[in-house]
């Protein structure tokens, strides 16, 4: 039977692992997920370049990291942008600033999950990125040509570099990925969330900004959320432990 010590007891460890959930949670405000070109921890990269400088105040990657996403032979994963021909300049930029979001974002904390993969053993999923630049972004790229839905997986690498497999043909964007919700949603397996929230919500990933990081605030936003619902689940828990208390308690 319980005795009142034993609720107090109870109840105070209950409200400490409560505690300690919200403060795991906010500690993933600032961090660098565990991938193949990643830093440890974010922190200043004076030098970043070109579309990945907004970052450079708080960073996940470092300036080589910067410098190589901007390239057609980058030695990050010796992805080939031009797999069905030349990528139009207007597309390659949102796969740049794509490439820069995914490396240096030090606010990626909530969408974070383990990644069996064998390079990398943590990916995001299901980030919400804002109306604005999913649209931009297909809008830019619908007159390109592409052989394949899921860029993640399924190319031919016997050369080193992404190559369509054989049972693929190149087609018109347009015709792989017929809006933009299918476009950022398939892409790199769910990477991305498609929403029609614009930049002024404060509810979704920017990855076009100027200034301060936007993408902060909208983190925070995030976790504070889960860090209530954990809250209230605790807060059931204690109310259920108190009632069951007070009928065995002699």
């Given at each position: 039977?319980?005795?009142?010590?034993?609720?107090?007891?109870?109840?105070?460890?209950?409200?400490?692992?409560?505690?300690?959930?919200?403060?795991?949670?906010?500690?993933?405000?600032?961090?660098?997920?565990?991938?193949?070109?990643?830093?440890?921890?974010?922190?200043?990269?004076?030098?970043?370049?070109?579309?990945?400088?907004?970052?450079?105040?708080?960073?996940?990657?470092?300036?080589?990291?910067?410098?190589?996403?901007?390239?057609?032979?980058?030695?990050?994963?010796?992805?080939?942008?031009?797999?069905?021909?030349?990528?139009?300049?207007?597309?390659?930029?949102?796969?740049?600033?794509?490439?820069?979001?995914?490396?240096?974002?030090?606010?990626?904390?909530?969408?974070?999950?383990?990644?069996?993969?064998?390079?990398?053993?943590?990916?995001?999923?299901?980030?919400?990125?804002?109306?604005?630049?999913?649209?931009?972004?297909?809008?830019?790229?619908?007159?390109?040509?592409?052989?394949k839905t899921n860029w993640h997986k399924g190319w031919d690498w016997t050369t080193g570099i992404n190559k369509c497999p054989t049972d693929s043909q190149c087609r018109?964007?347009?015709?792989?990925?017929?809006?933009?919700?299918?476009?950022?949603?398939?892409?790199?397996?769910?990477?991305?969330?498609?929403?029609?929230?614009?930049?002024?919500?404060?509810?979704?990933?920017?990855?076009?900004?100027?200034?301060e990081n936007p993408n902060k605030k909208v983190a925070e936003y995030y976790l504070l959320n889960s860090v209530d619902q954990q809250c209230s689940v605790s807060f059931t828990a204690l109310l259920m432990l108190c009632v069951t208390s007070l009928f065995l308690?002699?």
């Open positions: 039977m319980f005795s009142f010590f034993h609720r107090i007891m109870w109840l105070s460890v209950a409200v400490i692992l409560a505690l300690f959930s919200g403060t795991l949670s906010l500690e993933k405000l600032y961090m660098c997920m565990d991938a193949k070109h990643h830093k440890t921890k974010p922190g200043p990269e004076g030098q970043l370049y070109l579309q990945c400088a907004p970052w450079r105040d708080n960073a996940c990657c470092t300036a080589n990291t910067s410098a190589e996403a901007h390239d057609d032979n980058s030695y990050l994963y010796n992805f080939n942008w031009n797999h069905c021909g030349a990528m139009s300049p207007q597309c390659k930029k949102h796969f740049i600033q794509d490439t820069c979001f995914y490396e240096c974002s030090p606010h990626l904390g909530p969408w974070i999950e383990e990644a069996n993969q064998s390079w990398r053993k943590e990916r995001i999923v299901n980030v919400p990125l804002c109306l604005e630049d999913c649209h931009t972004w297909w809008e830019d790229c619908k007159n390109d040509m592409t052989c018109k964007w347009v015709d792989v990925f017929p809006t933009p919700k299918a476009m950022c949603e398939q892409i790199w397996s769910n990477s991305y969330l498609y929403t029609t929230l614009p930049k002024t919500s404060g509810r979704c990933m920017q990855m076009w900004f100027t200034g308690v002699v």
